[in-house]
Structures are given as structure tokens and as C-alpha cells.
């Protein structure tokens, strides 16, 4: 029997990229999308919930599953009202992760970011490290919280931070050797294919840092 998938954020980049290789993988017979707005994609595999995922609870009959995939985050110029910005990178993650240990689901991957640190000043790599804290509290036993770099990708939502961002990291890719390797950008074609790899290898490593994100994304 073929395995279920659940995915949050799969409107974003890296979650529709992801969401295009599990509705290929024939291991899967069923992908879950939980969404605030349609997909605007049908496929025989694909069953779309859409609602407020705020109140993630309102889905929970249909939050049953074997692996579930989170993509959700926001930036700060999209949201600038920091209470609502945590209810998005704090809350739905760990919302979904409570869902999962609940419903027996193993198997939880969330994208995180680079730097996240619940001891952090900067409240954007705090939120990030407590959601971390608060999704490990929960014991579920395939963990895996990615921390990618910059991610690269075409958006069509353009963001002139990142863009700005992006220039400044391929003119900074050469020196980022040994150590600094984690911070060079990456692909978010390549964090999908790395999701997609930890769900079918299930490591013990718990935290992926971007630099073994793209380690594991080329082999795919």
C-alpha cells in the first residue's frame, strides 16, 4: 500500500516544487494539500483542503497521513505586525506537529532557516529556533528541521530584499568555502529534493543545516 503525504505550503516555491516530486513518486498514493487559497492543479493523487491554516484543528478528520512536510514562512516585509508573523513561523508548524503526534503520523519535516536560534536578539532567527524547540517537544519520531541559506528560485511574488540579497550572495559564493559553506544560497529545487530524500532514508541527523541540504538534494 502507497503512502500518504501531507504538505503546508505548497502555494510557496520550494512547497510546490516539492509537491511536483511527491505527486510523481509512485511510492505515494495519496498528497494532502492544506491551503489558504486553490492550487489552481488537479491530479488523481492530489486532495486539496482549503481554510484558514491558523486553525489548522479545523482540519483535523483529514489530518491523517504518514509524512507531513511543512513549508510555511513568512518575511518581514510581508508581514510587519510581529504577532501575526509568529502566528504563521511559529504556529502552524508546531499546530501541524501537535496534529501529527496526535494522529500517529512519524514522520515531520519543516523548513526552518539559516541561524535560527531561540536565544537570538533578532526576532526573526528567534521564532524560527522556538518553533524548532517546540516541534522537537514533541517527540515525533522522524524529525527533520532544514535550515537553508538564501533560497534561489523564481518567485512570482518578487521580493526586493532577496533579490537584493541574491546579487550580493553570487558575488560572495567564491569566498564561501570550509566552514562558511552553509551560508552560500541555495536552490529550492534543491531543499524539495533533500525533503523528498529524508523522508525515504529517515537519518538520525535532526537538524540540517544548508550545506547538508545541498549534499543531499544533488542526489536526486
Keep these: 500500500m502507497g503512502k500518504t503525504a501531507l504538505i503546508l505550503g505548497a502555494t510557496g516555491l520550494t ?34 483542503f482549503i481554510g484558514d491554516l491558523l ?13 507531513l512536510f511543512c513549508c510555511i514562512g513568512t518575511t518581514a516585509n510581508k508581514t510587519k505586525d510581529k504577532d501575526t508573523y509568529k502566528q504563521i513561523d511559529f504556529g502552524i508548524p508546531v499546530s ?12 515531520f519535516l519543516v523548513v526552518s532557516a539559516l541561524g535560527a536560534n531561540a536565544d537570538s536578539r533578532v ?13 522537537l517537544m514533541q517527540h515525533i519520531p522522524n ?9 534561489k528560485g523564481f518567485r512570482e511574488e ?17 569566498f564561501l568555502i570550509g566552514k562558511y559553506k552553509k551560508y552560500r544560497a541555495i536552490e529550492a529545487d534543491t531543499i524539495a529534493k533533500a525533503m523528498h530524500r529524508l523522508a525515504q532514508s529517515k537519518p538520525k ?11 543531499l538534494g544533488s542526489f536526486l
Design 15 to 48: 512547497g510546490k516544487l516539492l509537491l511536483n516530486r511527491l505527486l510523481a513518486d509512485e511510492a505515494y498514493t495519496c498528497v494532502k494539500v492544506f491551503s489558504r487559497k486553490p492550487l489552481g492543479l488537479q491530479h488523481s493523487k492530489l486532495e486539496i
Design 55 to 67: 486553525k489548522l484543528a479545523h482540519f483535523e478528520s483529514d489530518f491523517k497521513g504518514d509524512e
Design 96 to 107: 501541524a506537529a501537535k496534529l501529527c503526534k496526535k494522529h500517529g503520523i512519524e514522520s
Design 123 to 135: 526576532f526573526y532567527n528567534r521564532t524560527k529556533g522556538e518553533m524548532e524547540q517546540a516541534v
Design 143 to 151: 524529525t527533520y528541521i532544514l535550515r537553508p541559506s538564501l533560497i
Design 158 to 174: 518578487q521580493r526586493l530584499g532577496e533579490a537584493i540579497g541574491a546579487i550580493v550572495m553570487r558575488i560572495a559564493q567564491v
Design 205 to 215: 541527523l535532526k537538524i540540517i543545516e544548508s550545506d547538508k541540504i545541498e549534499e
